[in-house]
């Protein structure tokens, strides 16, 4: 099993040191002229080329941003018995139909990826979808060669997976930059959330996050939320602020 990436962002800088790790070799890393290689792709092979008809690569994974994924398939040129991947959670696998390539799918890593941030491939969860049986049962194989937890899970699917991981991670996430600033105008740091924001994470784990709410909002305690509101000065936050506190009140009231 050979294999190679399109892209040189943050998935394919990941996934191709797992596969790395499990001993799968990775032909080439395909760049173009203006992508960054050499600083975070030591020691492998760059290609800045469309035509990758030589390529011996099994399987090529296209890791780049999803609006640019369409462009790469109807654009590059590609080896003839080589099964192609996309890694995106919200472009389904009928983005491949109407051009040459005959075997592809998606490879899609559930998990949040930065290059400067080790973590661990082995429980991450991969979600995969085949043009056929044969090519899904390769995916799957290839898969569970870097995490234990490799599921088939169609494009619609997917959507819904991705949309949640999306409200999870990212708009957790932008919450967390929020508080940081809040807390950073009165020279306090976002550390000092650390064991809050932990077990938050960890009880919602556990319990389910319905079970885990808490706070102000949860309690019904309009006082309060009137007061974090009157001394919140950025307009946008003031409205997120206001939009989920209200929809946390009407959720738990209702559901009571």
Known sequence: MIVSFIGGGNVSFHLSRAFT??????????LKNDGKGPDVFAEMRLLRSEDLRDLRSDIIFIAVPDDKIAGI?????FPENAILAHTSGSVPIDVFEGSPVKEYGCFYPLQTLSKSREISYDDMPVFI?????????KLLKVGSLISGNVNQMDSQTR?????????????TNHMFHLSSRILENEALHFEQLAPL???AVDKAIEIGPGAAQTGPARRGDVNTLKKHISIIEDTGTKAIYE???????????HSE
């Open 129 to 137: 979808e085949g043009s056929s049986v044969a090519v899904t049962d």
């Open 243 to 253: 939009l989920i506190s209200q929809q946390i009140v009407d959720f738990y009231r």
């Open 21 to 30: 790790s499990a001993g799968i070799p990775i032909e080439c890393i395909v």
């Open 73 to 77: 398939i109807n654009e590059y040129k």
């Open 197 to 199: 924001v932990k077990e």
């Open 159 to 171: 959507l819904k997976v991705h949309l949640a991981a999306v409200i999870a991670s990212n708009f």
